[in-house]
């Protein structure tokens, strides 16, 4: 099974600041098949990044993401009130498909 | 507006059986890998089935095999996933979300299910 791991577990920041989450793979993983989601807590999850870099419809640009390698990144450039919350990354390389334990980002 | 309606979730007990059902609009059903994904309480996101477009394709994560069957109705757009030798362990809220180009880019709002005596 492909494990993703993410760091830091929990992000405390402020609004206005920038935030990056890393996700690694266990093994390597073609970054088409890498996903960002964020979870706001009662909420389902929302699919923010899809092939490592791609804007889901109707995210804002100052989502982003990047790869090098088996590790993955997602940006916030400027945190909005709205973006505090649980971000999971998410593979689709090879079954089962798996989730990373997810970042917290709260604020500071 | 696509929309995933989850239905069918509540409390059994250890051993019992449930059926989960997901309604979908606003997207062209028939042509759509779905999945179901749980998430226990308090915890993580966890894939747990997938199938194909015309249900011939099917997969789940291990816990669940043998378990568990993910099923498709094209002519009414409905996913389901028959839920059998229910444990403790297989609490958790259930979402449906389409699956497209390796990411799910629609979620359900999700179905609680509870197994405990």
């Known amino acids: 099974e492909l494990v993703l791991t993410q760091s830091p577990g929990t992000l405390s920041l402020s609004p206005g600041e920038r935030a990056t989450l890393s996700c690694r793979a266990s093994q390597s993983v073609k970054h088409d098949w890498l996903a960002w989601y964020q979870q706001i807590p009662g909420q389902a999850p929302r699919l923010l990044i899809y092939g490592a870099s791609s804007r889901a419809t109707g995210i804002p640009d100052r989502f982003s993401g990047s790869w090098s390698g088996t590790d993955f990144t997602l940006t916030i450039s400027r945190l909005e009130p709205e973006d505090f919350a649980v971000y999971y990354c998410?593979?689709?390389?090879?079954?089962?498909?798996?989730f990373g334990q997810g970042t917290k980002v709260e604020i500071k | 507006e696509v929309q995933l309606v989850e239905s069918g979730g509540g409390l059994v007990q250890p051993g019992g059986s449930l059926r989960l059902s997901c309604a979908a609009s606003g997207l062209t059903f028939s042509t759509t890998w779905m999945s179901w994904v749980r998430q226990a309480p308090g915890k993580g996101l966890e894939w747990v089935a997938m199938?194909?477009?015309?249900?011939?394709?099917?997969d789940y994560v291990d816990s669940v095999k043998g378990r568990f069957t993910i099923s498709r109705d094209n002519a009414r757009n409905s996913l389901y996933l028959q839920m059998n030798s229910l444990r403790v362990e297989d609490t958790a809220m259930f979402y449906c979300?389409?699956?497209?180009?390796?990411?799910?880019?629609?979620w359900g709002q999700g179905t609680l299910v509870t197994v405990s005596s």
């Open positions: 998410q593979q689709s390389g090879s079954l089962p498909k798996t």
């Open positions: 199938i194909s477009q015309d249900g011939s394709g099917r």
């Open positions: 979300a389409s699956d497209t180009y390796g990411a799910f880019h629609n």
